[in-house]
Each structure stands twice: as structure tokens, then as C-alpha cells.
């Protein structure tokens, strides 16, 4: 199914029911036949909130007064473990963006040591780290890497960051090349509904996904922070969530074999927001298995779903949600980006 930027365009702003409702069928159609009812799990260790950014969106921004931790060794290994124990398959590591040596030191004996005893498919998401340092996590055994470009209109990506060297737009793209260059299989994704953004702007992010050959994706609804900068700015679109869905959907038709995370901000708005999005187009879930006294300190955004949970309760919670829909788990599978075997021939 080929989509004009016009037809994107008219199904994010369209309000009639039975359109979306048809929109949502067939990128859920186009996914069983791709993955059958099967959707891959990432365990989700937000292992560190310590950033060195103030992107004005952002509750780990620099700035902000929150308590900062970084788990040990020994904490990171026992959530890995209990993934793999319950057949996740694959993790993500994930925290806010820090380039020091000793990060990256610790960084590269967390992955060789995940990777050596339990061989879990291995995401980071770790910020715009340079070059050098990606390389030696490659090497270190990280394949998949999530980096945001946030949104593809560099005019407002500058209205949603600091206007300094640290926060360039070039500097994010330029950071997507090299994760490509390095192997990884890359993922972006965009903000829904911020401040500024016209359905255009979300129609272009779409084309730029499919222009920079993404293999997989992680958006999710725009969610104000009262304590951050950005929150002084309304947005203009209404009903992000829908928006999200149908950016989802449309997603799922434009760039097809990609993976597409239903992420869990899209709960903020609805209990059932993560399996809508799964019966629009995605097909990977990323519970949190970050230990529960540590949850309340990485919100990114306010409202967060399941900060008071359990990993224990998240997996129960989880599969049952996936019952509820008729799909299940890809039980100890990696679930890699089919698009980047096509991608890269491999
Ligand atoms: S979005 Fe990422 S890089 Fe920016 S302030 Fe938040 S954690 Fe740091």
C-alpha cells in the first residue's frame, strides 16, 4: 500500500470513526501476517538517571532537582536475569545520556556480561553518545540501539531543546548515521502532540522514517511536564492518543517489516492504550523491570503507569493484557527487526 503525504495528512486529522477504525484494521492485519499474534518483549532496566542534558521536555532534565542513582552491577544482573528467566528474550538498557569513560567502561562489562551468561537480544538507549564509545559497545554485544530524533522539523526540534552545541539538531542525525554505520539495528521515533507540531510535521516524520530506512520505532504521546520549560507552550493538535495510534497504524503501512514498540506512555491516557496500539500496527512491548523504589525517580514524563509495580506484577499484568487480545508472548525470542535483514542482506 503506497500512502501520498496528502493521504497521511488526511488519516491523522480525519475524526470519522469507521476511517480510523478501518485504518487501525488494516495495519493490524498487515502485522499478523507479518508476525502472526506473536509480540516481542524488551525488559526495560532504566538502570541510571543521571543525564547531562536539559532537553525542555524532559523530567531527568539536568537541572531539575530529582534524586539521582545509577543501579550496581549486581542490580542490573538480577533484572536480566529475571528476563531472561521469564522468556523475554531481549532487554534494554536505558538511562539518561552521560559520555564519561567510566560509563562506558561499565557499560561495556554490564553488556559482556549479560550477553556471556544469558544471551538476552540487547537494546540500548542511551543517548547521543559518540563514535567511538558506540563502537565498543557493538563490540560489547548491544545490536539494537533506540535514539529519538523527537521530531524531523529541525525548527522545532530547536523550540524543544536548549540552543547550545550539546542540543543540534545535525548532531542528532549525524548520531543515527553512525548507529547505522556501526551494524546496529537503529530505532527512532517522534513525540505526538507537542506544542508547535501540525499534522504535517508528524506526516514528514513518518516520510523521514521511511527516508532514513528506520528498522524500528518508539513514539509515544507528548505528555506536558509542569516542572520543565516546554510546559508553558499548549499544543495545538487535540487527542494526542489517537494520534498516536493512527501514527502507529500508519507506520506499520508506509515502512511495514519494521518493529514497533507500543510504548507505555500511551497508558497515561488509557488503561488500554498499549494493546490498542498493539491492534494498530505494533508488535513489541517493553515492560519495566526496573526495581520498584527506583521507578518514582525516572519520569521522563508525569503519570507514568506502573511505578508502584513489581516486575513480577508488570510480567503478570502484561500477559494477561495480551490474552485479552488474542495475542501472546514470542517467548524466548530476540524478535529482531525483519526489516534489517532486508535492509542489510544479511
Ligand atoms: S530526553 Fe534524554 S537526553 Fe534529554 S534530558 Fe531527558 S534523559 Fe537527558
Known amino acids: 500500500m503506497s500512502i501520498s503525504k496528502k493521504k497521511i495528512i488526511h488519516y491523522l486529522s480525519t475524526t470519522s470513526k469507521g476511517e480510523i477504525n478501518k485504518l487501525f484494521s488494516k495495519a493490524n492485519a498487515l502485522t499478523e501476517k507479518l508476525y502472526q499474534n506473536k509480540i516481542h518483549f524488551r525488559g526495560i532496566i532504566e538502570f541510571s538517571n543521571i543525564c547531562e542534558k536539559n532537553c525542555c521536555y524532559c523530567g531527568l532534565r539536568k537541572d ?36 564519561t569513560d567510566k560509563r562506558l567502561e561499565f557499560l561495556i562489562n554490564i553488556i559482556s556480561t549479560i550477553k556471556k551468561k544469558y544471551n538476552l537480544g540487547m537494546t540500548l538507549s542511551l543517548g547521543e553518545l559518540p563514535k567511538e564509545s ?163 525517580n525516572y519520569l521522563i514524563y508525569p503519570d507514568k503507569p506502573c511505578v508502584e509495580d513489581t516486575k513480577e506484577k508488570c510480567f503478570n499484568c502484561i500477559t494477561g493484557r495480551l490474552k485479552s487480545i488474542k495475542k501472546e508472548m514470542g517467548q524466548n525470542n530476540w524478535g529482531d527487526s525483519k526489516h534489517f535483514y532486508r535492509r542489510t542482506k544479511k
Not at 68 to 93: H, N, P, W
Open 134 to 296: 558506540l563502537k565498543e559497545l557493538f563490540k560489547a554485544g548491544g545490536h539494537r540501539y533506540l535514539l529519538r530524533i523527537e521530531t524531523s522539523n529541525e525548527k522545532l526540534y530547536k523550540k524543544l531543546h536548549p540552543n547550545d552545541k550539546n542540543h543540534s539538531f545535525q548532531n542528532r542525525l549525524n548520531a543515527l548515521e553512525n548507529l547505522k554505520s556501526l551494524g546496529y539495528q537503529v530505532g527512532t521515533g517522534v513525540m505526538i502532540g507537542l506544542p508547535f507540531q501540525t499534522y504535517e510535521d508528524l506526516a514528514n516524520d513518518i516520510l523521514f522514517f521511511k527516508d532514513f530506512d528506520v528498522d524500528m520505532l518508539g513514539m509515544g504521546p507528548y505528555v506536558p511536564h509542569p516542572k520543565t520549560p516546554l510546559y508553558k507552550s499548549p499544543p495545538i493538535l487535540k487527542d494526542n492518543f489517537t494520534l498516536s495510534l493512527k501514527m502507529v497504524a500508519l507506520s506499520r503501512l508506509v515502512l511495514k517489516d519494521v518493529n514497533i514498540a507500543a510504548t507505555t506512555a500511551l497508558q497515561v491516557f488509557d488503561k488500554q492504550g498499549r494493546e490498542k496500539a498493539l491492534l494498530a500496527g505494533a508488535n513489541i512491548l517493553m515492560p519495566i523491570v526496573t526495581p520498584t523504589d527506583l521507578r518514582k
Open 64 to 99: 531539575l532537582k530529582i534524586d539521582r542513582y545509577q543501579m550496581t552491577k549486581e542490580d542490573i544482573l538480577k533484572c536480566a536475569k529475571f528476563c531472561s528467566d521469564m522468556g523475554y528474550g531481549s532487554i534494554v538498557l536505558q538511562s539518561g545520556e552521560l559520555t
